[in-house]
């Protein structure tokens, strides 16, 4: 019979942030308009390794997918879900906020950004670079 060794991982605090990506109420909240159930199955591990990573001193780093009234600055998205020329993840709308459970505290740094890519047209990589 086989036998599975747990392995600790080593970190680097100093070369370490834990990103959390699009845990947004539309994208969690049941009956959301873009609502992915996994997401919200995973909320308690990613609550337990958020205040770990806090604890620890890594940065928690988030990102937040905003689509815009008035300019389709996602045309493919759009595209395939016609709803979304109107409704979903808009600036200052409930659903675009990251749920409560996962709130960033202040001084957190939130990327918002318009693609499903984080690095695309983003300070992503100036943030984590730095």
Request: aromatic share 6%.
């Given at each position: 019979m086989a036998?599975?060794?747990?392995?600790?991982?080593?970190?680097?605090v100093d070369k370490t942030a834990l990103l959390v990506v699009d845990m947004q109420r539309d994208f969690v909240e049941k009956g959301a308009i873009m609502e992915v159930p996994m997401a919200r199955a995973r909320v308690p591990a990613m609550q337990s390794l958020v205040k770990q990573s806090r604890a620890s001193g890594?940065?928690?780093?988030?990102t937040r997918h905003l689509l815009l009234d008035?300019?389709?600055?996602?045309?493919?998205?759009?595209?395939y879900q016609p709803w979304l020329r109107t409704a979903g993840m808009r600036e200052g709308r409930p659903g675009s906020?990251?749920?409560p459970d996962?709130?960033?505290e202040p001084g957190e740094i939130v990327i918002e950004k318009h693609r499903y890519d984080g690095f695309y047209n983003t300070r992503l990589e100036t943030v984590l670079r730095n």
């Open positions: 036998t599975i060794e747990q392995k600790r991982w080593s970190l680097n890594i940065p928690v780093i988030f008035g300019h389709n600055i996602s045309p493919l998205e759009v595209t906020d990251i749920i996962l709130a960033p």
